[in-house]
């Protein structure tokens, strides 16, 4: 019965079903009873239902930290709204510098729908310091384009069986970051910092290349800079933030670089961070960048720590993932 029990216990978990904690707990004290009732024989089976123990535990927690992230993504995805004019038309665009209106047009944004929402996916390779190697990772991202906002949680491979589980998201102006190793022990903790809240802002901004509709929306503010490149200023809740987004002759983006905060504490200090982008393609007839690379630039040399493809785009989505 003891076996059945674990035996069952395993198949809800892979079920997704929540009762197979309790069968699993159910299972753990009835193998450690009979252990009990036959000490000299089976004693060892007390280090096995030990490493049970914590193998339960690690699988709670991740499956709580699952269930706890997908309400999340349901509840971003819930507070986005359909704009009543859908229409991106030319003379939304015609108050932008020229090399803006040129990347749009070249996106296909103009005379298309306006995106207030779109969801997409990721996979790449990270590292967490210039000497360290390149962990494989796979993510997930949702945009607010009308009310600023995005919600982006990740996996990382570390080898040996360990991973990183990662949530990164900013909303009304304030930006929260939270890593665990194996979903147990917090890496990352930091939130509403002016630091983490500078960087949310940053990397929102440098992300509306996916959503090219968003460049005419009133919280932006550019201004032309040369015949390739243009600023752009964003603005929440008291907080400013500028960037140079670059393009290439034909009207594509290939860059983004700002004065970002390198960490989130009260003693990080700003080094240019540069987004490089390597290859472009379309989703639903918007031509948006999909290779990418993304470079701190440090007094002791470029740090290459993240390298990634988007494998999947939708615009106004109804649903996660």
């Not at 990772?137 to 919600?151: H, I, K, L, S």
């Not at 990164?168 to 022990?185: R, T, Y």
């Not at 509306?208 to 009133?218: E, K, V």
């Not at 594509?252 to 905060?261: K, M, N, T, V």
Request: aromatic fraction near 14%.
């Amino acid at each position: 019965m003891t076996a059945l029990l674990f035996i069952i216990t395993s198949l809800t978990y892979f079920l997704k079903k929540d009762i197979w904690i309790v069968l699993g707990a159910v299972a753990l004290v009835s193998s450690q009873i009979l252990i009990f009732l036959h000490w000299q024989d089976a004693k060892w089976g007390t280090l096995a239902n030990i490493i049970i123990l914590i193998c339960i535990l690690i699988a709670f927690s991740i499956r709580s930290q699952e269930k706890k992230l997908d309400i999340e993504k349901k509840q971003f995805i819930q507070s986005l709204t359909a704009t009543q004019n859908h229409t991106l038309l030319p003379e939304d665009v015609s108050h932008l510098p020229v090399v803006v209106q040129h990347w749009m047009k070249r996106s296909g944004v103009v005379g298309n729908q306006r995106a207030f929402g779109l969801r997409l996916q990721q996979t790449g390779q990270m590292k967490t310091k210039p000497e360290a190697g390149w962990m494989p990772f796979t993510a997930e991202q949702y945009f607010n384009a009308q009310q600023p906002a995005f919600y982006w949680t990740a996996e990382v491979s570390m080898g040996f069986g360990l991973f990183l589980k990662g949530r990164d998201s900013f909303k009304e102006g304030e930006g929260e970051m939270m890593i665990k190793l194996a979903s147990l022990f917090p890496v990352v903790n930091e939130k509403h910092t002016p630091q983490i809240n500078s960087g949310s802002m940053i990397r929102f901004l440098a992300e509306i290349c996916w959503f090219p509709s968003a460049a005419a929306s009133p919280y932006i503010v550019w201004e032309e800079r040369d015949a390739f490149s243009a600023k752009a200023t964003f603005t929440q809740k008291g907080t400013t933030v500028s960037g140079i987004f670059r393009f290439s002759e034909k009207g594509d983006l290939i860059s983004f670089e700002a004065e970002r905060y390198f960490g989130g504490n009260a003693q990080a200090e700003k080094h240019l961070w540069v987004v490089n982008i390597l290859d472009h393609v379309e989703f639903e007839g918007i031509r948006v960048p999909q290779q990418c690379s993304v470079v701190w630039k440090l007094p002791e040399g470029d740090f290459e720590w993240l390298q990634f493809s988007v494998t999947n785009l939708d615009y106004n989505p109804l649903q996660t993932y």
